[in-house]
C-alpha cells in the first residue's frame, strides 16, 4: 500500500466512528408517534444550604416550585438528593425536563438566577443531557 491509500484508509475508519448508530437506526425504520428519537434534557440542582447560614426551607422550596417552576415548564419531575459542595454535605432539589426545547433552557438559566438571587446561592448547577430516546408509554 502506498502513502497515499494509508492516508485514506486511516480518514475511513475514523470518519465511520463519527457515524451515530442510534440516528441510522431510527431514519430505517418507521417510529410509534410516542417515541421520539435524540432529545435534550435538563437537569437542574438547586442545593438548600444558604451559605450566609440557614437553609430554605419545605415551604419555601414548595413556593418555589409552584410559582416558579410549575410556571415556567410544561412537566418535569423533582427528586431529593444529597450532594457535597464546597466539602460541605448538602441537601438539594433536583429538577429533571426531558424533550427540552431552546426556549426550556433558556427559562432554566433564567430560573436559576431567579433562585440563585432569592436564597443567596452562589450557583444553580443547570446541566444539559443528551438523550438517545424518549418514548412515553399509553394505557392504550
Do not use: R
Amino acid at each position: 500500500m502506498n502513502y497515499k491509500s494509508v492516508i485514506g484508509l486511516v480518514c475511513f475508519i475514523m470518519l465511520s466512528g463519527c457515524v451515530n448508530p442510534t440516528n441510522t437506526i431510527h431514519a430505517k425504520t418507521s417510529q410509534p408517534a410516542a417515541i421520539q428519537p435524540q432529545s435534550t434534557g435538563i437537569k437542574m440542582y438547586f442545593g438548600l444550604s444558604i451559605p450566609t447560614g440557614g437553609v430554605v426551607t419545605p415551604q419555601q422550596w414548595q413556593q418555589f416550585e409552584s410559582n416558579q417552576v410549575a410556571n415556567t415548564f410544561t412537566g418535569f419531575s423533582v427528586a431529593d438528593s444529597v450532594g457535597y459542595y464546597k466539602g460541605k454535605k448538602e441537601h438539594a432539589k433536583v429538577i429533571t425536563i426531558y424533550n427540552a426545547s431552546a426556549a426550556d433552557i433558556k427559562a432554566a438559566n433564567k430560573l436559576g438566577k431567579q433562585y440563585a438571587q432569592l436564597f443567596n446561592q452562589d450557583s444553580v448547577l443547570v446541566v444539559l443531557i443528551d438523550v438517545a430516546q424518549i418514548q412515553f408509554v399509553t394505557k392504550d
